[in-house]
């Protein structure tokens, strides 16, 4: 069988689903999608992310180039997260993919729920 290229981590598509593939970085996205947020507006958006994993994901995305880190110099420190552009253009398939999830919320829930009656208990 010949490897697809698509799948090939050198790839395009394989490089795009290492960025959004975590659990927060899609979260993060939609957020920064309503405008420039501060550090505890995000964390307190975004219920359940951890300080340690929202400043990984953060800094991830800033060296992807999708969002761009202000720092005020005032006491005490003032920093701002915006998208760039290319973030900006990023949102609109993250955004889609959140509206298929709550177009189609009550079909997962519902496989998911079978799923567990036909499993046997541990």
């Given amino acids: 069988m010949k490897k697809n290229v698509v799948i090939d981590e050198t790839y395009p598509s394989r490089q795009l689903l290492d960025l959004i593939g975590d659990k927060w970085t899609p979260l993060v996205l ?6 420039t947020q501060r550090y505890n507006n995000l964390q307190r958006q975004i219920p359940g992310v951890s300080k340690k994993m929202l400043t990984q994901t953060l ?3 800033e060296q992807s180039g ?17 998208l760039t552009p290319l973030g900006q253009k990023f949102v609109e398939p993250v955004a889609a993919l959140c ?3 709550q177009e189609h919320q009550g079909e997962l829930t519902a496989v998911r729920k079978h799923q567990q009656k036909r499993r046997p208990p541990r």
Avoid: D, I, N, S
Avoid at 30 to 35: A, T
């Fill in 30 to 35: 939609y957020v920064l999608g309503y405008g």
């Fill in 59 to 61: 800094r991830h995305l």
């Fill in 66 to 82: 999708l969002l761009k880190r202000k720092v005020y110099p005032v006491v005490p420190p003032r920093v701002e997260y915006v």
């Fill in 99 to 101: 509206q298929w999830a």
